[in-house]
């Protein structure tokens, strides 16, 4: 723990003091970033850096409610091709479909939704003619199906 400044001693020659002993002490070795160039260098100051840091680390971000959505829709199609089983398929569908179909009868904020909900039996005639694909040695599936209802 660090001493208390010592009256009488000059604060500058007290913290000089403290970093010698430290950096004597092996406390500065291995810093993450040791001999690095510090990020962002050159691009332009931004009040809220700490915040886009976090948000970044945390794998946080903000979009307006309509474009999360536009996301989801996207992530559960890439996860219902993916799906181990149909039941798999229909019930991620099922799922997205329900969120769809609440922001289609209450438009969310953010700029125009522009989607309809999934054909579920068509994504799953997709799914079993991709399984159908890699199963015989072919190409990978291309995640098709956004057909809209």
């Given at each position: 723990m660090t001493e208390r400044k010592p009256p009488g001693v000059p604060f500058e020659s007290w913290v000089d003091k403290q970093i010698r002993e430290a950096e004597a002490?092996?406390?500065?070795?291995?810093?993450?970033g040791a001999g690095k160039p510090l990020e962002s260098l050159n691009t332009p100051y931004d009040e809220l850096w700490w915040v886009k840091r976090k948000m970044h680390q945390e794998g946080l971000s903000f979009l307006p409610p309509s474009l999360q959505l536009r996301k989801a829709a996207e992530d559960a199609l890439a996860a219902?091709?993916?799906?181990?089983?149909?039941?798999?398929v229909r019930r991620v569908l099922t799922g997205i479909n329900d969120k769809l179909r609440e922001a289609l009868r209450r438009p969310p904020e953010g700029p125009p939704l522009n989607r309809g909900l999934f054909d579920v039996e068509q994504v799953v005639a997709d799914w079993r003619a991709a399984r159908d694909a890699t199963s015989d040695g072919s190409s990978e599936p291309d995640g098709q199906g956004r057909r809209a209802v």
């Open positions: 002490r092996g406390e500065f070795a291995d810093l993450p219902a091709m993916a799906a181990g089983s149909e039941d798999e």
